[in-house]
């Protein structure tokens, strides 16, 4: 170990979802869609298995980033594409955030990245990585969003963090945030704001409008969710032209594959295909909240294509072991927070009648 620097042997690593081994299970552990691509972006990509996968793909992504400036409205300049969002909240942590070897008592915050807690897990550990001092600040009990009176009264909370990441719609609570709340809490902060957008086309409400319109904010987004390609990792942040610089100096040489630029370009022809998915998610989500209640189970709402719920009649990690012993991956997170909760993907319709059918088996055997 001598030669791993004592800040990744002290790392505690993000734990992707379980990818199974085993054919047949039952996968709503990870939120993925379970529709696939459309036909014509699958075509596309056949189409490009040729020749040029000897070449390296074009740099910057500019003919993808280009279609997304007209769907945005917006300059390329005002884009960079990453490979998948991750990637994107990696590159705004090594951009706009100083390691704390760098930072003295006074200029801390420049060291800060802040986060609500429960968020998405991956915030700790880029702020780990960089070596730079996480904070993370409490949710309301239902998952809300404080308001700027209760954070100005917050020992936590810091309007002057370097870089403040804000998972809207939430996860894993699926809590949706409503447009004007965010405007009024990234124009109080002093440093970068940076939306994470993963899950919103499932919801009612975006905040894409403010990355064009504040100095100080970032959306990301990402292919994955919503538009089925998380195979080909495709991620994108849109912000005032010189954030986005910054981003694209450090970003890797080639970081986006061309398969992948192909399949994205093609996506957004295709939007027509997949806001019909959305709307059969969103009726599928509302079908399992309503079976769950009736259930006995404790269901958040949710602007996003999974739900959060507390189960009956024994423990939260209980119920994720019986449900991977009737083939149902689900998620569970051991955070003081959320514990006492499972995080269920929408799944397809016949996936989530297996789902119903497996939970009411056990409750019979509880």
């Not at 100005?152 to 949706?176: C, E, Q, V, Y």
């Not at 195979?231 to 610089?245: D, S």
Request: glycine share 4%.
């Amino acid at each position: 170990m001598k030669y791993v620097r004592p800040i990744i042997q002290d790392l505690k690593a993000y734990i992707p979802g379980e990818q199974p081994k085993i054919a047949g299970l039952v996968k709503l552990n990870t939120n993925e869609n379970p529709y696939p691509p459309a036909p014509a972006v699958l075509e596309a990509v056949r189409s490009a298995v040729d020749a040029r996968l000897r070449l390296y793909p074009n740099p910057t992504a500019d003919r993808l980033r280009e279609k997304l400036a007209d769907l945005h409205k917006c300059q390329p300049e005002n884009i960079i594409v990453g490979n998948g969002s991750d990637e994107i909240l990696a590159l705004a942590v090594r951009a706009f955030v100083e390691p704390k070897s760098a930072c003295t008592e006074q200029t801390q915050n420049k060291c800060l990245v802040q986060f609500f807690d429960p968020s998405y897990s991956l915030y700790p550990v880029l702020a780990a990585i960089h070596g730079a001092l996480p904070n993370p600040v409490p949710l309301r009990s239902d998952f809300s969003l404080p308001d700027i009176d209760e954070l100005m009264n917050s020992s936590n909370w810091r309007f002057d963090a370097a870089l403040t990441l804000i998972t809207t719609p939430n996860a894993p609570s699926g809590k949706g945030y409503s447009t004007r709340d965010l405007e009024m809490l990234c124009k109080a902060q002093n440093g970068v704001v940076l939306l994470d957008e993963a899950y919103v086309d499932f919801a009612e409400e975006n905040a894409m409008a403010l990355a064009l319109k504040l100095e100080n904010t970032l959306v990301a987004r990402t292919f994955s969710k919503a538009y089925s390609l998380c195979f080909q990792r495709i991620g994108y942040c849109v912000g005032p032209a010189y954030l986005i610089e910054a981003l694209m100096k450090i970003k890797d040489s080639y970081n986006v594959n061309g398969l992948g630029q192909i399949a994205a370009f093609a996506t957004l022809e295709n939007v027509e295909y997949y806001k019909n998915n959305f709307c059969k998610i969103i009726t599928t989500r509302t079908t399992l909240t309503n079976e769950l209640r009736l259930l006995g189970f404790e269901v958040y709402p949710s602007s996003t294509n999974f739900i959060l719920t507390k189960p009956p009649k024994t423990h939260a990690e209980n119920w994720l072991k019986l449900l991977r012993e009737n083939n149902i991956l689900v998620r569970w997170f051991p955070y003081p927070r959320v514990k006492d909760y499972l995080r269920i993907t929408i799944g397809s319709d016949d996936e989530i009648n297996k789902l119903i059918i497996a939970i009411r088996k056990i409750l019979n055997n509880l």
